[in-house]
Protein backbone atom coordinates (compact mmCIF):
# COMPACT_ATOMS: atom_id res chain seq x y z
CA UNK A 1 0.00 0.00 0.00
CA UNK A 2 2.13 2.78 0.45
CA UNK A 3 2.54 5.25 -2.49
CA UNK A 4 5.72 4.68 -4.30
CA UNK A 5 6.70 8.76 -4.90
CA UNK A 6 5.39 9.72 -1.28
CA UNK A 7 7.79 7.07 -0.13
CA UNK A 8 10.83 8.44 -2.57
CA UNK A 9 10.40 11.98 -2.14
CA UNK A 10 10.17 11.34 1.49
CA UNK A 11 13.90 9.02 1.31
CA UNK A 12 15.20 11.68 -0.71
CA UNK A 13 14.77 14.97 1.26
CA UNK A 14 16.07 12.60 4.05
CA UNK A 15 19.50 12.20 1.91
CA UNK A 16 19.31 9.39 -0.21
CA UNK A 17 21.73 9.53 -3.06
CA UNK A 18 20.08 6.84 -5.27
CA UNK A 19 16.64 5.82 -5.48
CA UNK A 20 15.92 2.44 -7.59
CA UNK A 21 13.06 1.85 -9.12
CA UNK A 22 11.27 -2.03 -8.79
CA UNK A 23 7.59 -2.93 -9.86
CA UNK A 24 6.31 -6.28 -10.65
CA UNK A 25 2.88 -5.84 -10.32
CA UNK A 26 2.27 -2.85 -12.49
CA UNK A 27 1.31 -2.64 -16.14
CA UNK A 28 4.49 -0.48 -17.81
CA UNK A 29 2.71 2.45 -19.11
CA UNK A 30 1.56 3.01 -15.19
CA UNK A 31 5.52 2.01 -14.27
CA UNK A 32 6.60 4.65 -17.12
CA UNK A 33 4.69 7.43 -15.29
CA UNK A 34 5.78 6.64 -12.31
CA UNK A 35 9.68 6.26 -13.65
CA UNK A 36 9.59 9.85 -15.21
CA UNK A 37 8.28 11.51 -12.04
CA UNK A 38 10.98 9.53 -9.90
CA UNK A 39 13.49 10.98 -12.14
CA UNK A 40 12.40 14.20 -12.05
CA UNK A 41 12.23 14.04 -7.96
CA UNK A 42 15.53 12.79 -8.00
CA UNK A 43 16.66 15.37 -10.78
CA UNK A 44 15.64 17.91 -8.44
CA UNK A 45 17.66 16.31 -5.25
CA UNK A 46 20.66 15.83 -7.26
CA UNK A 47 20.03 11.86 -6.81
CA UNK A 48 20.83 9.50 -9.07
CA UNK A 49 17.99 7.06 -10.81
CA UNK A 50 17.85 3.42 -11.52
CA UNK A 51 15.46 1.32 -12.51
CA UNK A 52 15.58 -2.29 -12.11
CA UNK A 53 15.39 -5.10 -14.82
CA UNK A 54 13.38 -3.54 -17.56
CA UNK A 55 15.62 -1.39 -19.89
CA UNK A 56 12.68 -0.01 -22.05
CA UNK A 57 11.41 1.75 -19.36
CA UNK A 58 14.49 2.94 -18.71
CA UNK A 59 15.50 4.36 -21.62
CA UNK A 60 11.94 5.99 -21.92
CA UNK A 61 11.92 7.62 -18.81
CA UNK A 62 15.90 8.67 -19.25
CA UNK A 63 16.68 7.35 -15.69
CA UNK A 64 20.39 7.55 -15.13
CA UNK A 65 21.21 4.11 -15.16
CA UNK A 66 19.07 0.21 -15.37
CA UNK A 67 19.91 -2.13 -12.43
CA UNK A 68 20.05 -6.26 -13.82
CA UNK A 69 20.06 -9.57 -12.08
CA UNK A 70 22.07 -12.36 -13.09
CA UNK A 71 19.36 -14.31 -15.30
CA UNK A 72 18.24 -10.36 -16.85
CA UNK A 73 19.62 -9.14 -19.84
CA UNK A 74 23.73 -9.37 -20.05
CA UNK A 75 24.92 -6.16 -19.52
CA UNK A 76 26.50 -5.52 -22.57
CA UNK A 77 22.69 -6.44 -24.28
CA UNK A 78 21.73 -3.86 -22.19
CA UNK A 79 24.00 -1.45 -23.13
CA UNK A 80 22.77 -2.02 -26.52
CA UNK A 81 19.22 -0.78 -25.38
CA UNK A 82 20.59 2.23 -23.45
CA UNK A 83 22.16 5.64 -24.15
CA UNK A 84 26.05 5.87 -23.59
CA UNK A 85 25.64 8.36 -20.86
CA UNK A 86 23.08 5.74 -18.89
CA UNK A 87 24.77 2.87 -16.69
CA UNK A 88 24.44 -0.64 -16.05
CA UNK A 89 24.47 -2.48 -12.20
CA UNK A 90 24.37 -6.27 -11.82
CA UNK A 91 23.48 -8.37 -8.75
CA UNK A 92 26.17 -10.41 -7.63
CA UNK A 93 26.46 -13.39 -4.83
CA UNK A 94 29.90 -13.35 -4.27
CA UNK A 95 33.52 -12.70 -5.74
CA UNK A 96 33.10 -14.74 -8.89
CA UNK A 97 29.76 -13.45 -10.07
CA UNK A 98 31.20 -9.87 -9.24
CA UNK A 99 34.34 -10.42 -11.62
CA UNK A 100 32.56 -11.39 -14.43
CA UNK A 101 29.66 -8.63 -14.02
CA UNK A 102 32.85 -6.19 -13.82
CA UNK A 103 34.32 -8.14 -16.97
CA UNK A 104 31.33 -6.96 -18.80
CA UNK A 105 31.10 -3.34 -18.16
CA UNK A 106 29.08 -3.26 -15.38
CA UNK A 107 29.49 0.40 -13.76
CA UNK A 108 28.81 -0.83 -10.69
CA UNK A 109 28.66 -3.85 -8.89
CA UNK A 110 25.80 -5.06 -6.24
CA UNK A 111 26.63 -7.40 -3.83
CA UNK A 112 24.09 -9.74 -1.78
CA UNK A 113 22.28 -10.55 0.57
CA UNK A 114 24.81 -9.04 2.77
CA UNK A 115 22.24 -9.95 5.90
CA UNK A 116 19.40 -12.11 6.05
CA UNK A 117 16.42 -10.59 4.13
CA UNK A 118 12.68 -11.32 2.96
CA UNK A 119 12.49 -9.13 0.30
CA UNK A 120 11.91 -9.73 -3.31
CA UNK A 121 11.42 -13.16 -2.31
CA UNK A 122 14.73 -13.69 -0.89
CA UNK A 123 13.76 -15.05 1.80
CA UNK A 124 15.98 -18.26 3.38
CA UNK A 125 19.23 -17.37 1.02
CA UNK A 126 22.70 -17.50 2.50
CA UNK A 127 23.37 -14.28 4.02
CA UNK A 128 26.86 -13.22 2.78
CA UNK A 129 28.25 -11.10 5.88
CA UNK A 130 29.95 -7.96 5.26
CA UNK A 131 33.14 -9.52 4.80
CA UNK A 132 32.10 -10.58 1.67
CA UNK A 133 31.76 -7.05 1.25
CA UNK A 134 35.77 -6.22 1.71
CA UNK A 135 36.59 -8.97 -0.51
CA UNK A 136 34.65 -7.81 -3.69
CA UNK A 137 35.92 -4.17 -2.95
CA UNK A 138 39.88 -6.02 -3.32
CA UNK A 139 39.18 -7.88 -6.30
CA UNK A 140 36.97 -5.45 -8.48
CA UNK A 141 37.73 -1.82 -9.44
CA UNK A 142 33.67 -0.67 -10.02
CA UNK A 143 31.89 0.31 -7.05
CA UNK A 144 30.67 -2.07 -4.63
CA UNK A 145 26.73 -1.60 -3.58
CA UNK A 146 25.78 -3.44 -0.74
CA UNK A 147 22.17 -4.63 -0.46
CA UNK A 148 20.47 -7.39 2.13
CA UNK A 149 18.96 -7.05 5.02
CA UNK A 150 20.61 -4.41 5.78
CA UNK A 151 19.07 -1.66 8.71
CA UNK A 152 20.19 0.35 11.54
CA UNK A 153 21.82 -2.10 13.68
CA UNK A 154 24.10 -3.30 11.08
CA UNK A 155 24.58 -0.36 8.22
CA UNK A 156 27.73 1.09 10.05
CA UNK A 157 29.39 -2.58 9.85
CA UNK A 158 28.80 -2.49 6.18
CA UNK A 159 29.82 1.10 5.87
CA UNK A 160 33.26 0.29 7.31
CA UNK A 161 33.50 -2.90 4.64
CA UNK A 162 34.04 -0.83 2.15
CA UNK A 163 30.58 -0.09 0.42
CA UNK A 164 30.40 2.84 -2.14
CA UNK A 165 26.84 2.76 -2.00
CA UNK A 166 24.70 0.81 0.87
CA UNK A 167 21.17 -0.04 -0.50
CA UNK A 168 18.14 -0.30 2.15
CA UNK A 169 14.51 -1.22 1.74
CA UNK A 170 12.57 -2.20 4.25
CA UNK A 171 14.84 -0.13 6.52
CA UNK A 172 12.93 2.60 4.96
CA UNK A 173 9.88 1.46 3.09
CA UNK A 174 8.26 0.64 6.01
CA UNK A 175 9.15 3.18 8.43
CA UNK A 176 6.52 5.12 10.18
CA UNK A 177 8.77 8.15 8.48
CA UNK A 178 10.74 7.31 5.58
CA UNK A 179 12.45 10.51 5.59
CA UNK A 180 13.86 10.22 9.21
CA UNK A 181 14.87 6.33 8.63
CA UNK A 182 17.00 7.60 5.91
CA UNK A 183 18.48 10.49 7.69
CA UNK A 184 19.30 8.36 10.69
CA UNK A 185 20.61 5.51 8.11
CA UNK A 186 23.12 8.85 6.74
CA UNK A 187 24.09 10.17 9.82
CA UNK A 188 25.04 6.31 10.97
CA UNK A 189 27.00 5.64 7.61
CA UNK A 190 28.57 8.98 7.69
CA UNK A 191 29.98 8.67 11.11
CA UNK A 192 31.10 4.63 10.55
CA UNK A 193 32.84 5.84 7.52
Request: with cysteine; hydrophobic share 40%; proline share 3%.
Amino acid sequence: GRDVIEIAEATLRGGASVIQLRDKTRDKGEVLQIARTLRALCDAHDALFIVNDDADIALLSDAHGLHVGQTDLPVGEARRVLTPEQIVGRSNNGVEESLHSAGQGADYVAVGAVYSTTTMGKSGRTSLGPDMIRQVKQAVSAPVVAIGGINADNIAEVARAGADCICVVSAVTYADDPGRSTAELVEIIESAR
